[in-house]
């Protein structure tokens, strides 16, 4: 934990809540009870493709689609951080089906609120929103942002708007209101990672 910052195991995923919690304080013996947010981890390799590119929640409101965006965060090989509080918890059975065995390299980071968050992240903050100024073809990204989306019902307040560094709008048919979270950051990710080099 660094402040209000938490690092679920470094090269983890979640799994059943049954396991045996000998074996994940075996496994990572530096981590707190705290930290398990009610999941379970067990050790897993991926690789880091994009070193400094990453993907922040901003406090998720459906488990199904994190586990979605957890699990295209692994095949991407970005990381991914999840701004509390939730409608869930980490570790529901819900996002555990949706990410199946995929892991995040280097774990998936919790932040307990936005100001915490903040304090340990100096990258440029994009974000992803229907009241973007910029359409996602024009925008240039760089290879150490960190790519930010609102809950799935209200987005994110006035207030986190008004700290990030940049605003962008994925462009979608007249009438349209929104596109599911996880396709979202599966369509901004590849942008971004296809503009900076960073495609496996």
């Not at 689609?65 to 699990?71: A, H, K, Q």
Request: proline letters at 8%; charged letters at 15%.
């Amino acid at each position: 934990m660094i402040g209000n910052f938490h690092i679920i195991g470094a090269g983890a995923v979640l799994t059943q809540p049954n396991s045996s919690p000998r074996g994940i304080q075996r496994a990572f013996p530096n981590l707190q009870k705290p930290h398990f947010h009610n999941a379970v981890l067990r050790p897993s390799l991926y690789q880091r493709y994009a070193p400094f590119m990453h993907v922040t929640l901003y406090q998720p409101e459906i488990a199904g689609n994190v586990g979605s965006i957890l699990r295209s965060c692994a095949c991407f090989g970005v990381g991914l951080t999840v701004i509390e509080p939730c409608g869930f918890p980490l570790g529901d059975k819900r996002m555990r089906r949706a990410a199946m065995d995929y892991a995040v390299p280097d774990g998936l980071q919790t932040a307990l609120d936005w100001d915490s968050y903040l304090e340990t992240t100096s990258a440029r903050k994009v974000l992803l929103t229907t009241r973007g100024a910029t359409s996602l073809p024009n925008f240039q990204f760089q290879p150490d942002d960190s790519l930010i989306f609102g809950a799935e019902g209200s987005g994110v307040p006035n207030f986190v708007h008004d700290t990030v560094d940049a605003r962008v709008v994925i462009p979608m048919a007249v009438g349209a209101r929104s596109l599911n979270l996880s396709n979202s950051v599966s369509i901004c990710l590849f942008e971004a990672l296809r503009q900076t080099n960073g495609l496996p």
